[in-house]
C-alpha cells in the first residue's frame, strides 16, 4: 500500500476520503482477452498480465505530464493506451493511487483533500529514502563518494585511481578485520592492497638454497628469505623482516609509491619490527635519492 493510502486511512471516518476521480486513459493490452492488472503508488505506475509473476513494466511519474507516461508505456511491448479526457497536459502526480486494479481504466483524483495528502505523501517518501540513504551511507559497504573516503581515512586506507566505491568499501573493511601483525597477515593486506603475492619472510626464515636476481644480478640465498651480498646475511638480526616483490612490480615506481609502502608497513607491523624491501629488477637510484641507501652495487629500500 502507497503512503497516499496509509494517509488516507488515518484520518477520521467524518472526512470525505472519496477521490472524485475522473477516466484519465484507458490501458490496454494487445492480446484479445488477456487481462492486466495495474496499481498507482508512490509517485509510480507498473502493471502485468494478470496471474504473471512479475512486472511487465514500472515507470516513474516524477516530473512528467500524463501524456509522456502514456508515451512510455505506449514502448513497452504489447501494451497502448488510449486518452479518454483533457487530462493529457496535467502532471502525472494526479493520476489516482490503486493498489492491483484490473480495470483497464486509469482514473485521475480531482478532490481538493487527495491533493493535499498526496503533496504530504511526496515529501514523506523523499524522506524515507533520505533515511535509508543516510543509514547507508553510515556504513563502510554502503558508503559512496568523498563518505567512503571519509570512512577509510579513520582505517588508513585510500583510494585507488578510478577504483569504484563497493570495492574500496569492500577491500577498507578486508584491510580492518585481516590480522596484521604476523607476517601472514601483513602479506594479505599488501597482496589486498597492491594486487599481487608480497613474501614477508623473518630474518631467519630457512628456504632452499638458490639464486635471486637484486637488480638484475644473481644474488645467492644464504638459507634466508631475504638476498644477501658477499656471502653474508644482508640485514639479518633480531626484529628484522624482509618484504620480497616478485619481478615486474615495482621496477617502475616513483619515490612517492616507496614512501606510501613504507606508511602502510608502518601501520600494519607489530612493534620492534623493522622491515626491509627486496626486489628482483630494482630501478637504480643515486645516493642522493632518499630514502634509499646504498650497499655496493645493491639498492634496498630501508622502510625505517
Known sequence: MGILRH?????????????????GFELRYDFGAARIRYSVEDNRIFASVLGGMSKDFEISLDGKTIQAVMSEIDAVPHYTTVLLGDVAGKSAICLMDIEDSSDPTVYVFCSPLWAVLKAAALELDEAKAAGNEILRQLSIPGATGILADYWAEHFGETRRTGELDNVFGQRTVDAIRLP???????????QSHYGYHISVYDSGYIGATNLFL???????????????????????????ISLIFPTGTISQWELSQFVELREIVGRIKAAGLQPKAFWADAPIFTPEEIPYTVDGPFYTCDLF
Open 7 to 23: 494517509l488516507l486511512d488515518f484520518l477520521p471516518t467524518y472526512f470525505d476520503v472519496d477521490p472524485q476521480k475522473s477516466p
Open 180 to 190: 596484521r601483525s604476523n607476517n601472514t597477515g601483513m602479506g594479505a593486506v599488501l
Open 214 to 240: 637484486m637488480n638484475n644480478v644473481e644474488t645467492p640465498f644464504h638459507n634466508y628469505g631475504f638476498p644477501i651480498y658477499l656471502g653474508s646475511a644482508y640485514g639479518a638480526g633480531v626484529g628484522i
